[in-house]
């Protein structure tokens, strides 16, 4: 008896809150064991807070009563900046508890995102796996494995404190770097400072390797930093910001990280990038030792650095592997057609 629901976060009651509570803690250990989880209370805000570009839907799936699945679609809002080139994408996050696997479950769940699609005008689903039984999902869906992305763990303990020393002097040193200046922000950055940056922040992002993933170019914006900040004053949270500026005070690279006090042994590092003009250099390398040297004064209790880069993205793998970086978790990023996604459900339904 396996039932299908959208599950409101603004009108679920708190039994039916206390229900999808213990399934996601489950859910949750099971796919990323012995990883924090967010308190109730913290992912109930999260869940209901209104997003600055995005909208998101729920939908469960019960079997036999009990709470077994879930399906989470995540869409830019029209209206926004760049809506029109998100019109056709819709983010997807399916996922069934182990006990209840092969019965079918999964596979329900993707009529509410056929219907979703159509009637939203969606024509492509973007999908993430880290596990042999996602991927084998997703291939027989007719999904394309489009990217891959692996999580890189490194523990603090074991950096080398005289190489990071050395990367950080190199990164000003020598003629063709003497025009070179640190700036760096710990806790926040001003919001005037920040607006100068979200163009050559957007440049440096769309250099990442993103594979044959098809998306629009990412956007940086101010008013999702100043909603960022929001969330970082209501959970403590601190953002750190690495920039090494040129003469004329153009960004010659970056590098920000994010820490939560909710989890205070983890540093998640974000984007880090150099400038075209300024490759070859070793500023990476400078700009990653001296986020760590700054995140460790401040956080001393700092044990291990989070960060997530393109299998293909060789230059920024070789930098991590020298700081101690390993691999924790591969990912596999998938899209599906809307036409491959009905062909799929059809053949599902008539099996049934
Ligand atoms: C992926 C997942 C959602 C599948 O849930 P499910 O309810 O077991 O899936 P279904 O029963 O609907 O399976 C449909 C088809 O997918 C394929 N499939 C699913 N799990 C599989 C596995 N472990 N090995 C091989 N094929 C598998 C099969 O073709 C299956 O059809 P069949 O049972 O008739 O052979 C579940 O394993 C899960 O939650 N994994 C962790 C989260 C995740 O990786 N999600 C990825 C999508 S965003």
Redesign the pocket.
């Known amino acids: 008896m396996i039932e299908i629901q959208g599950f409101d976060v603004h009108t679920a009651s708190a039994s039916e809150w206390a229900r999808y509570h213990r399934y996601r803690r489950v859910r949750d250990e099971e796919?990323h064991p012995g990883e924090p989880q967010l308190g109730d209370a913290d992912f109930e805000h999260s869940a209901r807070r209104p997003m600055p570009f995005h909208d998101a839907w729920r939908f469960i799936a019960l079997d036999g009563g009990e709470l077994a699945?879930n399906l989470m679609l995540w869409a830019r809002r029209p209206g926004t900046p760049g809506s029109e080139e998100f019109a056709p994408h819709v983010d997807?996050?399916?996922?069934?508890l182990r006990a209840?696997?092969?019965?079918?479950?999964?596979?329900r769940l993707l009529q509410p995102l056929l219907s979703f699609m159509r009637e939203h005008g969606k024509t492509l689903a973007t999908?993430?796996?880290h596990?042999?039984?996602?991927h084998?999902?997703?291939v027989?869906t007719g999904a394309v494995l489009k990217h891959r992305v692996v999580e890189n763990r490194m523990q603090v303990d074991s950096l080398d404190r005289d190489m990071l020393a050395r990367w950080k002097a190199q990164a000003t040193e020598g003629p063709a770097r003497s025009g070179l200046r640190w700036e760096v922000h710990a806790g926040r950055t001003p919001m005037e400072r920040l607006a100068s940056l979200m163009a050559p922040f957007s440049a440096l992002f769309n250099d990442i390797p993103l594979g044959a993933l098809e998306l629009p170019p990412a956007r940086y914006q101010l008013e999702g930093y100043a909603d960022w900040y929001g969330e970082l004053d209501r959970s403590g949270g601190e953002h750190f910001l690495v920039l090494l500026v040129d003469a004329d005070d153009e960004l010659a690279a970056m590098c920000e990280a994010q820490w939560d006090a909710r989890f205070p042994d983890r540093l998640h590092q974000r984007l880090t990038g150099v400038a075209r003009a300024w490759r070859g250099q070793s500023l990476a390398k400078g700009v990653k030792a001296a986020m760590l040297e700054c995140v460790r004064m401040r956080h001393p209790a700092l044990q291990t650095v989070v960060t997530y880069n393109a299998e293909v993205n060789a230059p920024i793998l070789a930098i991590n592997r020298q700081l101690g970086f390993a691999v924790h978790r591969q990912q596999g990023c998938y899209q599906l057609d809307v036409e491959a996604l009905a062909a799929c459900v059809g053949r599902r339904d008539g099996r049934r």
Do not use: D, Q
Not at 131 to 134: D, I
């Open positions: 796919s699945g997807v996050w399916l996922g069934v209840h696997r092969r019965r079918g479950i999964a596979s999908m993430n796996t596990l042999p039984e996602g084998a999902f997703l027989a």
